[in-house]
């Protein structure tokens, strides 16, 4: 399809046809405005169509589609075919191979390929003809009543006409902006670049409809090609910034859980045996740190946070999981270990035996008890020695090189401060005031 082929009248009934073609126009609020364009250019409403299009620009620019094609219109295109979780999208991260869906995700991106080639020029061209010959119109309209001896028509400048007159000025925001780039980070961005690439650079996005399939088959679907980490926010799936995944310092005190957490997460990446864990330990050893920072270490995996209150809300999202081709950490963070609430969740999934192949099972407690959980990794205090020693390693880690003594004397004065038990986050804290001194 070359819209530049076309005059305003044709280019008008094409896209026309192609928007009224499309099934997944309608999961886009910009895409709909600019459909009520074309129709209401249709009917000569010319300054209604002149308030879609903007309306739709104003959409576009708030949407959660990327800027990636220098064009918020291909941008919303791209979305659609790419990030929207639409029935061939989750198929295919499912490995189900449904023709029926396949020819019409086929037939889609024919659709989408072909309204990719509108630029901003077409559309005025559009508004433009349409003004010519609504003028034609009244002008033939009155011609005839003259003739006829009938009443003037009445004129389209007073105020009881809705619509603007047809000297009206035209001024359209430009959709393009640029050219390409990806000017925000996705965690599947090398993978999403190529196929990006390839749709830009054809304009039958319908041949690349296996390799769609193919990339949502091996990198998941919506949120889950953009981000690594969730929480659970008003009974769904919320994003985490890519900023909490931080990489873990490797501390000698924990060097033995840190293994064992590690070992038993890869035999799980491999689909070997592998069990639940609870890490239990008092507040700010890193626990939970332990277990996040698996996700810098694995990019391959992702995670899920729960905390207490979200049990009943996992019950609905578990299937979400299930049919996506990748791994998942479900982390209960915090959750008491013998309570109602894990217990009650712990029977629904048949002690967790029914959890899906690619969710495994970790949480953090306070209790030294496993409860439901397969395994317990301990986490303990250290006492003065040991945390100088994890002082040390973490300045030694942030290439600060400050004598023994010194750090000893910070451990000590530490200790007196706050005149509670020595952390991991607690010796996070002196090696910055160390630094700060340096």
């Known amino acids: 399809m070359n819209f530049n082929d076309r005059e305003g009248r044709e280019a008008l009934a094409e896209a026309y046809a192609l928007f009224a073609r499309s099934a997944l126009i309608p999961e886009s609020p910009a895409m709909v405005r600019l459909f009520n364009m074309l129709e209401q250019l249709y009917t000569g409403a010319l300054a209604d169509a002149c308030r879609s299009y903007h309306d739709a620009m104003s959409l576009m620019l708030s949407s959660p589609a990327r800027r990636v094609s220098g064009s918020l219109l291909v941008d919303q295109l791209l979305y659609l075919a790419i990030q929207h979780e639409h ?68 004129s389209r400048t007073q105020p009881q006409f809705q619509e603007e007159p047809v000297h009206m000025p035209l001024a359209f925001a430009p959709l393009e902006y640029g050219d390409f780039g990806l000017t925000d980070s996705f965690v599947s961005d090398e993978a999403l670049e190529e196929i990006y690439l390839r749709l830009l650079e054809t304009r039958d996005w319908a041949s690349l409809t296996e390799d769609l399939w193919n990339f949502f088959s091996a990198y998941g679907t919506g949120d889950f090609l953009r981000c690594r980490a969730f929480s659970i926010k008003n009974n769904l799936l919320s994003p985490l910034p890519e ?188 090696a910055d005031k160390l630094k700060e001194r340096e």
């Open 243 to 430: 900023k909490v995944i931080a990489p873990l310092i490797p501390l000698s005190l924990y060097e033995a859980q840190h293994t064992r957490l590690m070992e038993n997460t890869i035999r799980f990446m491999r689909g070997e045996s592998c069990s639940s864990l609870l890490l239990t330990g008092e507040a700010g050893v890193g626990k939970t740190a332990h277990v996040v920072a698996l996700l810098h270490e694995l990019p391959e995996v992702r995670l899920v946070l729960a905390c207490r209150g979200d049990l009943d809300a996992l019950n609905g999202l578990l299937p979400r999981l299930a049919v996506q081709p990748l791994k998942f950490i479900l982390l209960l963070d915090d959750i008491d270990p013998d309570g109602d609430e894990l217990r009650l969740f712990a029977s629904r999934t048949l002690g967790f035996a029914a959890l899906p192949q690619n969710v495994i099972l970790y949480g953090t407690s306070r209790k030294g008890n496993a409860g439901p959980y397969a395994n317990t990794l301990s986490f303990l205090y250290p006492d003065l020695a040991r945390f100088a020693d994890m002082i040390s390693e973490l300045l030694e880690n942030d290439g600060a090189y400050i004598d023994r003594r010194s750090i000893h004397n910070a451990a000590v004065d530490h200790q007196v401060d706050v005149r509670e038990k020595l952390t991991f986050r607690g010796a996070r804290s002196v």
């Open 87 to 154: 029935p061939f999208a989750l198929s295919a991260a499912a490995g189900i191979r449904d023709e029926a869906i396949f020819k019409a995700m086929e037939e889609e991106l024919q659709v989408l390929g072909g309204l990719s080639q509108l630029k901003s020029e077409h559309f005025i061209s559009m508004v433009q003809e349409r003004r010519r010959i609504r003028a034609r119109d009244d002008i033939s309209a009155k011609s005839a009543a003259v003739w006829s001896g009938a009443p003037l028509p009445q």
